[in-house]
């Protein structure tokens, strides 16, 4: 494997992308539908081989039409988000597993090695603008729908269609980890440096600066270590910034230790 | 022409307003009115569908019957205890800002909202989950007063803040009432205040529903049937009719 410079501009773009939706998945407490979404990519992906055209392509379909179906189903039922997504989470991982076999499937799962075209790249690179550009511009009205959607919507929110534009936003975002990560592994790019930064954080300004910088860490270190050690991105990605959210545990026992101490001087 | 509501310059208008939830009604064909620059009490027992009026009101859950609201009515919307995490990274500055910059509000709004509230400024420095009860409802008044609202709707405003923190609020409240024709409906659970502060009373229980004004409607009779059980309240000499 040779280093590509397509690569790490895709990481980096890909990893701000990230960095700044799994904030306000993070605090939505959506931990577990990052997961869940990014397996609808999997039939898309199934479908897109069996018809020979670029597998990311029938992956972002997916993602978006199973995007479109959860906030349709969660707007016009009252089920709950979490059950929305399971049942079509595991729906596309039967039909996925089904049409997809063999090394293609184990590659949709966890994430391909192949030399990125630059139409590749370039595509990804104004994707990931186009998720960093809605985050910032969208971050106060998130900020309000996040604390009470009746206090949005007084405000002149329209909750529900902010609900379906973060959740495409959030699909983008998976789409554009998709092709080194993988559907298995994707949804803890969005989560781990996010709930990272939550951990690290005291302002909302904090925490999207420090999940960008853990998140581009991740990617790109991955990335490197992944050239370097002749293994596949998605792992390193991921164990990158498992290691980022374990050292930050340390700032939490270090806070105790020093309160503890503090209260047996008194 | 304008609407019903402006003809009669009334802030608000609500005729055979039903609220329910799958078959279970929860408001049953409710009709007030709530002129402008009043002060409306909604009171009655828990369950009674409160909460669930004011959130028909502002437009966040489905209703039949008609409500409508005086033309370019802006409304400030106080919530009741909201379910925030405790180690949410947004801090009490992030919030009253979020919602300035989406209501567009003026310059130096947020700062003079805090200050009606009295809000100190090292307070909003703090994640919002880490904020007292008391500091976070003041938080969430000061919000509410962000974008120069015509309508003030506070569901339990005060749940939390202490007795003198109390007093300020319901006294910044009747200020902008009075200085600034703020209309405003709320929702509490002390009859005082209601005699205090409130123009007009709405009592919402299960059986039935009365309007009018605090002397005509709250008798101990109404009180007993309303609660289902002996209410004991205080009237102060002052405001004693």
Redesign the interface.
């Known amino acids: 494997m040779t280093f590509d410079p397509n690569a790490i501009a895709l990481s980096i773009g890909a990893g701000a992308a990230a960095g700044l939706v799994g904030c306000f998945a993070v605090m939505r407490r959506m931990t577990l539908a990052a997961d869940a979404i990014s397996h609808i990519a999997l039939p898309g992906i199934g479908v897109a081989i069996l018809l020979r055209i670029h597998p990311i392509v029938g992956g972002v379909a997916a993602l978006l039409v199973g995007t479109i179906l959860v906030w349709g189903i969660e707007n016009r039922t009252r089920l709950a988000t979490e059950t929305i997504i399971g049942v079509v989470f595991s729906t596309a991982l039967a039909i996925g597993s089904l049409i997809t076999s063999g090394d293609e499937l184990i590659e949709a799962l966890f994430g391909g090695v192949g030399r990125l075209t630059t139409l590749e790249t370039t595509l990804g690179l104004v994707c990931a603008l186009g998720v960093i550009v809605f985050v910032v511009r969208q971050r106060h009205r998130l900020v309000l729908a996040l604390v009470s959607p009746e206090i949005a919507h007084t405000s002149g929110i329209n909750v529900a269609r902010l609900n379906l534009y973060f959740l495409l936003v959030f699909a983008l975002a998976i789409a554009l980890g998709l092709r080194y990560l993988g559907v298995l592994l994707v949804g803890s790019l969005i989560i781990i440096p996010a709930a990272t930064a939550k951990r690290l954080a005291q302002s909302l300004q904090g925490m999207l600066l420090i999940s960008i910088v853990f998140s581009v860490a991740s990617t790109t270190l991955g990335t490197c270590l992944s050239f370097a050690l002749h293994r596949a991105p998605g792992s390193m990605i991921v164990l990158v910034a498992a290691s980022f959210f374990v050292l930050s545990l340390l700032r939490g026992v270090g806070t105790r230790a020093a309160n503890t101490s503090a209260n047996a001087s008194k | 022409m304008g609407s019903p509501a402006e003809a009669r310059h009334l802030a608000l208008e609500v005729k055979s307003l039903s609220v329910g939830f799958d078959r279970t009604t929860v408001i049953d064909r409710l009709s007030f009115d709530v002129p402008h620059g009043s002060a409306l009490a909604i009171i009655g027992p828990n369950g009674a569908g409160k909460s669930v009026l004011v ?1 028909a009101l ?3 859950l489905p209703s039949e019957g008609k409500f409508s609201w005086e033309a370019s009515t802006r ?3 106080v ?1 009741q205890k ?1 379910d ?2 405790r ?5 009490g ?3 009253v ?3 300035a ?3 567009r509000a003026q310059e130096g709004a947020v700062d003079r909202a805090l200050v009606l509230v009295g809000l100190k400024p090292e307070s909003v420095r703090k ?2 989950g880490a904020l007292s009860g008391g500091q976070f409802q003041r938080l ?1 008044v000061a ?2 007063l962000i ?1 120069e609202p015509t309508v003030l ?1 506070l569901d339990e405003p005060t749940a939390g803040v202490d007795e003198p923190g109390q007093d300020t609020l319901n006294h910044t409240l009747e200020h902008l009432r009075i200085e600034h024709g703020l209309t405003i409906l709320f929702i509490t659970h002390d009859l005082s205040v209601v005699y205090q502060y409130a123009t007009n009373v709405l009592c919402l229980s299960r059986r039935h529903a009365c309007f009018g004004t605090p002397r005509t409607v709250l008798t101990p009779q109404l009180l007993q049937d309303l609660y289902g059980a002996p209410v004991a309240y205080h009237i102060h000499d002052d405001i004693r009719p």
């Open positions: 959130k502002i437009g966040s409304i400030g919307y919530p909201l925030i995490e180690d949410l990274p947004i801090t500055g992030d919030f800002r979020a919602k910059t989406v209501v994640p919002i969430l919000a509410a974008g709707l």
